[in-house]
């Protein structure tokens, strides 16, 4: 029979673009989020977290934002490089067992 | 490179068969977890230990069963294994069980089931 994959969400991008990646989450009661990005072939990568009682981070070339309101997370990558070219993945804490619930990914693809 | 170490990176078995998976977590991190990546399912948490004793249970099949030694590295030990647990498994860990303490992965397990 036919096999069933995960239909990943895709961006693609100019290299030297900015690059912004969403995420809905859906527990109300987690209090920390985590960005991490997936090469492929390889583990997931931690890139940036947050906790809730923010509503911005910065990182180097990334930035996430919180929006508890509507449990909305956004990855912002500035002048995005071939080497971003990966799944990115925002992951949800509820803080009382650890037990990080992943969100399905979005394909980033930079073109030359 | 996370310092997470995953052992073996691929493996083939046959169904009926019984594997069992390795990690050592990051130097001084406590708390190791497991999860599996299946094309179909994403990201699942399975299991959680701090400092050698469960913490916590995700979507862990009763055929799957972990620990965690008092060198603080892992195993993963999955029987009568069936075609659909083909996936990637992927071992993490953190300093502390806290929420807020970055969780690291390694590089993952393949297992391929035939």
């Known amino acids: 029979g036919e096999s069933v994959g995960l239909h990943l969400p895709t961006l693609s991008v100019q290299e030297g673009d900015n690059s912004i990646i969403n995420c809905a989450y859906s527990?109300?009661?987690?209090?920390?989020f985590i960005w991490y990005k997936q090469e492929s072939g390889k583990g997931p990568q931690f890139i940036i977290d947050?906790?809730?009682?923010?509503d911005k981070r910065q990182g180097q070339r990334v930035t996430v934002l919180l929006n508890k309101t509507v449990k909305h997370l956004s990855l912002q990558i500035a002048a995005t490089q071939p080497g971003d070219s990966a799944v990115y993945f925002c992951?949800?804490?509820?803080?009382?067992?650890?037990?990080?619930?992943f969100g399905s990914g979005t394909q980033l693809t930079v073109l030359p | 490179d996370s310092g997470v170490t995953q052992t073996p990176k691929h493996l083939i078995t046959a169904t009926g068969q019984r594997v069992t998976l390795r990690c050592s977590p990051r130097?001084?991190?406590?708390?190791v977890y497991w999860y599996q990546q299946s094309l179909d399912q994403g990201l699942q948490f399975l299991i959680q230990?701090?400092?050698?004793?469960?913490?916590a249970k995700g979507n862990i099949l009763e055929r799957f069963s972990a620990q965690q030694f008092p060198d603080l590295h892992s195993e993963l030990n999955l029987s009568s294994l069936e075609l659909g647990d083909s996936a990637l498994y992927f071992c993490?860990?953190?300093?502390?069980?806290?929420?807020?303490?970055?969780?690291?992965f390694g590089e993952g397990s393949w297992l391929t089931v035939v």
């Open positions: 230990y701090y400092n050698g004793e469960e913490r």
């Open positions: 527990n109300s009661a987690s209090d920390y």
């Open positions: 947050i906790r809730s009682n923010m």
């Open positions: 130097s001084g991190d406590l708390s």
């Open positions: 992951a949800e804490d509820p803080g009382s067992a650890r037990q990080l619930t």
């Open positions: 993490a860990s953190s300093v502390g069980e806290a929420s807020g303490n970055t969780i690291y």
